[in-house]
């Protein structure tokens, strides 16, 4: 690696998705807490009482709510498990070439928030199978992004 030359602009891609992967982690992964007496205490008192297992319940919930006097909780947690995710289905083919299938990345994007919503139930964090729903549509579209612009590059390339 030493004597291979450095592709910055990889190297900067690569900074920017490992931040982005920190973030994910930071607002997933890491359970609720609060520092008792100088501990740390998890809490998870109510965590699997406000699990969701049944599919599409969540999304319903929120799409019923959009008019309604929850609007803004509803729209921001449609949208942001939207948003939040669409980098990872950018990120992963830019930097590994491996995953610029779309079948690898179908999977991809279901194994992902699979992955986050079972760690958070080994956490104690609450789970919601809508989440990987929508976390997998987000990571989807971020894939749509990256084909859509690759063929604009390629375009603009061979003009």
Same mark, same amino acid.
């Given at each position: 690696?030493?004597?291979?030359?450095?592709?910055?602009?990889?190297?900067?891609?690569?900074?920017?998705?490992?931040?982005?992967?920190?973030?994910?982690?930071?607002?997933t992964?890491i359970?609720?807490?609060?520092?008792?007496?100088?501990?740390?205490v998890?809490?998870?008192?109510?965590?699997?009482?406000?699990?969701?297992?049944?599919?599409?319940?969540?999304?319903?919930?929120?799409?019923?709510q959009?008019n309604?006097?929850?609007?803004?909780?509803?729209?921001?947690n449609l949208?942001?498990?939207?948003v939040?995710?669409?980098?990872?289905g950018f990120?992963?083919?830019? $930097?590994?070439?491996?995953f610029?299938?779309?079948?690898?990345?179908?999977v991809?994007?279901?194994?992902?928030?699979?992955?986050?919503?079972?760690?958070?139930?080994?956490i104690?964090?609450?789970?919601?199978?809508?989440? $990987?729903?929508l976390?997998?549509?987000a990571?989807?579209?971020?894939?749509v992004?990256?084909?859509?612009?690759?063929?604009?590059?390629k375009?603009?390339?061979?003009?």
């Amino acid at each position: 690696m030493r004597k291979k030359e450095k592709n910055w602009l990889r190297e900067g891609v690569m900074l920017l998705f490992f931040l982005y992967c920190v973030s994910i982690f930071s607002q997933t992964i890491i359970p609720n807490f609060t520092i008792i007496n100088w501990r740390i205490v998890l809490d998870t008192s109510t965590a699997y009482s406000r699990s969701n297992f049944t599919p599409l319940n969540t999304i319903l919930l929120f799409y019923n709510q959009l008019n309604g006097p929850l609007a803004n909780i509803a729209f921001y947690n449609l949208a942001g498990n939207i948003v939040l995710f669409i980098p990872f289905g950018f990120f992963i083919p830019l $930097v590994w070439p491996k995953f610029r299938g779309w079948v690898i990345m179908h999977v991809v994007a279901f194994l992902i928030p699979l992955f986050i919503e079972c760690t958070q139930y080994f956490i104690g964090r609450s789970i919601d199978v809508d989440d $990987v729903l929508l976390n997998a549509i987000a990571i989807v579209i971020g894939f749509v992004l990256y084909k859509v612009l690759q063929r604009v590059r390629k375009m603009i390339k061979d003009k």
